[in-house]
C-alpha cells in the first residue's frame, strides 16, 4: 500500500524493523472515510526502554564520534531522499492525518528543508572564548544532550519531526522518537529513509503506540537527558512534571489562540487571504492557527463580509480530493469541535463553507464556521478549538487591541494589519507572543524563523539556529597557565 514502507505495524529501534515486544498493533484511521488504513505497533515500556538503551549506545559509540561536518553531510543526504519521495511521504500524509495533498507536499517539502537547514548549521554552531582574569583563557564548548525524547502530535508530523529531529540530529544527539497514534506512518517513513542515507544504528529510533503507554513510559524514563514535546497543554504539564521527576529540561509547545489584528489604515486585498487561510488550513488543526481576528471599529463590516464571501467558497471534502479542507484527524476531534460549536450563544454565524456531496459518510468532516460580533471573553474567543472555526472581534483602538490580542492565557503567533510603521513598532513590541507578524501571517513557515510559546502557550524555542541552541548545553573550560 505504502511503497515507502512494506510494513507499517513494527518499531524501529537499533536501525532494525521489528514488532513490538508484545506483537500487539493497533488500527490507523483513513479521517477522509473512517475506514482501517493499515495497523501499526503498539509500542509499550519495553519497547522504549530498548529504543532508550539503543541510543545511548549509539551516542557513546559511532553516532556520537561523527564530526558536525560529518552529521551535516548525512542530513543533507536524508534531504535529498525526502525531496526524491515527496509525493509518496505526501500521499501517506494525506490518507494518514486527512490533510489536502497540496498540504501535505507542503509538509514533505518542509521536511526536506529542515534537513537541508540543519545539515548546513551542523558545522557552524560553535562556543566563544571569553576575556577573563589574567593567567586565564576561558571557552565554552555546545556540547549535545546526550538521549533526546521526542513526542510528537498528528497535525504536522513532518514539520515537527524536521524542526525536532533535524536540530537535535544535527547537534549530536541520539533520539527516541514517539509518533502519535492518530497519524504515525511518516515518522515510520522518515526513519527507513533516514536508514537509507547511512544513519548509524540507534541514532534515531521510532516506537509508535498510545500516549498513555509509549508515551508516558519515554517521559518518564530516567535514560532521556532531554524532553520535546508537541501537544496538548494537559499532556504538556504531564510531560514537564515527568521531567522535574529527574530533572531534564524539556521544551514545550502546546498551541495558542493566536490573533490578527486589523487596523483601521490596513491593506484589506492583502490582509483577507491571511486571515482566511491561517483559520482553516489543515482544518484549522494547527497550533499556531489564528483563531481570533480582531478589527477596528470603522472596518469591521467590511472585514466581516469580505471574510465571509471567502467562507462561501471554502469546500470541505476527502483528503485525496485536494480541496481547501479536508476532514479532521478523528471522529473524536470532530466532537471535540462540535461541543465547542453548540457553545455559541451571543454569537452571529456570519457564513460557513460547504462539505462536498461525495464526501464519506463516515469521514470526520465539519464545515468551517465564522463567527461575527464575538465578546474576547466568550469561551470560542479564550479556548483552543483545533477546528475550521474563527472568530471576530470588534476594537476600538491600539490599546483596546493590546488588551484583547494579550487577553488570553496562550502566546504563541500574532500578527497585526496596518501601514503605520510607528504603530507597526509599538504593536510588535506589546504582543505577548513567540512570533509577530506585521502585514503578513506565518512569513510561509520559515524553517529560519525561531518559533515557540509564552504562558500555556509553552516554552523552549524550537526552528531555526534557537532549537540548536536548546539541543545542546554549554560547557565552560577554564584553563589556568600562568
Ligand atoms: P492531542 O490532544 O492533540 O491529540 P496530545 O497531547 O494528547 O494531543 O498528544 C500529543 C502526543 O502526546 C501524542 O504523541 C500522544 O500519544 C502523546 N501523549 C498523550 N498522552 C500522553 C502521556 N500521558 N504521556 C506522554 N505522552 C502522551
Redesign the pocket.
Known amino acids: 500500500m505504502f511503497d515507502l514502507l512494506p510494513r507499517t505495524d513494527h518499531c524501529f529501534i537499533n536501525g532494525v524493523w521489528g514488532p513490538s515486544e508484545n506483537g500487539d498493533v493497533l488500527a490507523s484511521l483513513n479521517p477522509s472515510t473512517g475506514e482501517t488504513l493499515c495497523d501499526f505497533a503498539r509500542g509499550g515500556a519495553s519497547d522504549i526502554d530498548r529504543a532508550v538503551s539503543t541510543a545511548r549506545t549509539a551516542f557513546d559509540g559511532d553516532w556520537g564520534k561523527y564530526t558536525a561536518a560529518e552529521r551535516g553531510r548525512l542530513l543533507a543526504r536524508i534531504g535529498q531522499l525526502v525531496i526524491e519521495n515527496v509525493d509518496h511521504l505526501a500521499r501517506m500524509e494525506a490518507l494518514d492525518v486527512g490533510k489536502p495533498l497540496t498540504q501535505a507536499r507542503a509538509d514533505a517539502v518542509a521536511l526536506a528543508r529542515y534537513m537541508e537547514f540543519y545539515g548546513g548549521a551542523a558545522d557552524k554552531l560553535h562556543g566563544e572564548t571569553i576575556p577573563y582574569l589574567d593567567g586565564y583563557t576561558v571557552y565554552t564548548l555546545r556540547e549535545p544532550h546526550g538521549v533526546t525524547g521526542h513526542?510528537?502530535?498528528?497535525?504536522y508530523p513532518m514539520q515537527i519531526i524536521g524542526r525536532s529531529i533535524g536540530a537535535a540530529l544535527a547537534t549530536g544527539n541520539a533520539c527516541v522518537l514517539?509518533?502519535?497514534?492518530?497519524a504515525c506512518l511518516t515518522a515510520l517513513a522518515f526513519a527507513e529513509l533516514a536508514h537509507q542515507a547511512g544513519l548509524p544504528p540507534g541514532a534515531l529510533n521510532v516506537v509508535p503506540?498510545?500516549?498513555?503507554e509509549?508515551?508516558?513510559a519515554?517521559?518518564v524514563h530516567q535514560g532521556i537527558d532531554h524532553i520535546s514535546?508537541?501537544?496538548?497543554v494537559?499532556?504538556?504539564k504531564?510531560?514537564q512534571k515527568?521531567a522535574a521527576d529527574h530533572v531534564v529540561p524539556v521544551t514545550l509547545e502546546l498551541g495558542g489562540k493566536s490573533p490578527q489584528v486589523v487596523f483601521d489604515d490596513a491593506d484589506l486585498d492583502a490582509a483577507l487571504p491571511f486571515l482566511v487561510n491561517a483559520g482553516i488550513q489543515n482544518a484549522g488543526q494547527t497550533c499556531s492557527a489564528s483563531s481570533r481576528i480582531l478589527v477596528q471599529a470603522s472596518r469591521y463590516d467590511e472585514v466581516v463580509s469580505a471574510m465571509a464571501k471567502r467562507y462561501g467558497a471554502l469546500r470541505t471534502g476527502p483528503a485525496l480530493d485536494d480541496l481547501e479542507v479536508g476532514p479532521l484527524v478523528s471522529a473524536t476531534q470532530k466532537s471535540l469541535v462540535e461541543r465547542f460549536l453548540s457553545q455559541t450563544d451571543g454569537l452571529d454565524i456570519a457564513a460557513t463553507g460547504s462539505i462536498v456531496e461525495n464526501a464519506p459518510k463516515g469521514g470526520a468532516y465539519v464545515a468551517p464556521t465564522l463567527f461575527a460580533g464575538c465578546t474576547p471573553d466568550h469561551v470560542l474567543a479564550q479556548d483552543e478549538i483545533?477546528g475550521p472555526v474563527q472568530v471576530v472581534i470588534p476594537i476600538e483602538d491600539e490599546a483596546d487591541a493590546i488588551q484583547i490580542a494579550n487577553g488570553t492565557d496562550y502566546g504563541l503567533v500574532a500578527s497585526c494589519w496596518t501601514k503605520d510603521g510607528a504603530r507597526q513598532m509599538r504593536m510588535a513590541k506589546a504582543l505577548r507572543a513567540g512570533q509577530v507578524f506585521l502585514n503578513n501571517y506565518g512569513a510561509g513557515g520559515g524553517v529560519e524563523l525561531p518559533f515557540g510559546g509564552r504562558g500555556l502557550s509553552g516554552h523552549g524555542r524550537e526552528k531555526g539556529f534557537e532549537a540548536m541552541y536548546g539541543f545542546t548545553v554549554v560547557k565552560t573550560v577554564a584553563a589556568l597557565h600562568g
Open positions: 513526542i510528537i502530535p498528528w497535525n514517539k509518533p502519535a497514534e492518530e503506540g498510545l500516549g498513555e509509549a508515551g508516558a519515554l517521559s514535546f508537541t501537544g496538548s494537559a499532556v504538556g504531564l510531560i515527568a483545533f
